[in-house]
T-cell receptor
Framework: NAGVTQTPKFRVLKTGQSMTLLCAQD?????MYWYRQDPGMGLRLIHY???????AKGEVPDGYNVSRLKKQNFLLGLESAAPSQTSVYFC????????????FGSGTRLTVV | KQEVTQIPAALSVPEGENLVLNCSFT??????LQWFRQDPGKGLTSLLL?????REQTSGRLNASLDKSSGRSTLYIAASQPGDSATYLC??????????FGSGTKLNVKP
């Protein structure tokens, strides 16, 4: 099925460890986004990309880095995980700047202990 | 900063009832508004997308309306079913990187 695929689905990290979350879409979408979802705070934009090789900061970028080396993939990295980064992370994509809406992945539940 | 508010935060209704979920946004200069459904531990499934030039969109038992001037959108669910139980999120788009979500309404439809 076409869509947005996130890996892994679950992960537990120790404080200070690093990891990379992978987002892959097979819809040839130009725009891709990383959000985090926390109770009572809705979804907040971490980083986004408007095309291959481009990235930009969103609302809450501190502690995260991203890369978009290929159009279909958008990676989110945590260099030194902190308990405050415990959250559910969602990747999304859109064919353009959002006129036709957004497609979301199923999420990655990350716990930092 | 634009804000999106959803009321109520939780709603419990008996099966078969018609219901309305509310979404309000502070800045009326939106491009579009999208309603999503989220099941526990799952991702977001798009339900309806309303462009700023539209007043409503319908899909099956769902109808979403948009009133830019008052900063409101409603999601109407007709003849609710237990399978409709989920959290419903609205999101207002102002730009490709300005897409603001409400905190959601958790719906429970009792058999």
């Amino acid at each position: 099925n076409a869509g947005v695929t996130q890996t892994p689905k679950f992960r537990v990290l120790k404080t200070g460890q690093s990891m990379t979350l992978l987002c892959a879409q097979d819809m040839n979408h130009e725009y891709m986004y990383w959000y985090r979802q926390d109770p009572g705070m809705g979804l907040r934009l971490i980083h986004y990309s408007v095309g291959e090789g481009t990235t930009a900061k969103g609302e809450v970028p501190d502690g995260y880095n991203v890369s978009r080396l290929k159009k279909q993939n958008f990676l989110l990295g945590l260099e030194s995980a902190a308990p405050s980064q415990t959250s559910v992370y969602f990747c999304a994509s859109s064919i353009d700047s959002g006129h036709y809406g957004y497609t979301f992945g199923s999420g990655t539940r990350l716990t930092v202990v | 900063k634009q804000e999106v508010t959803q009321i109520p935060a939780a709603l419990s209704v008996p099966e078969g009832e018609n219901l309305v979920l509310n979404c309000s946004f502070t800045d009326s200069a939106i491009y579009n508004l999208q309603w999503f459904r989220q099941d526990p531990g799952k991702g977001l499934t798009s339900l309806l997308l309303i462009q700023s030039s539209q007043r409503e969109q319908t899909s099956g038992r769902l109808n979403a309306s948009l009133d830019k001037s008052s900063g409101r959108s409603t999601l109407y669910i007709a003849a609710s079913q237990p399978g409709d139980s989920a959290t419903y999120l609205c999101a207002a788009r102002y730009n490709f990187n300005k897409f603001y979500f409400g905190s959601g309404t958790k719906l429970n439809v009792k058999p």
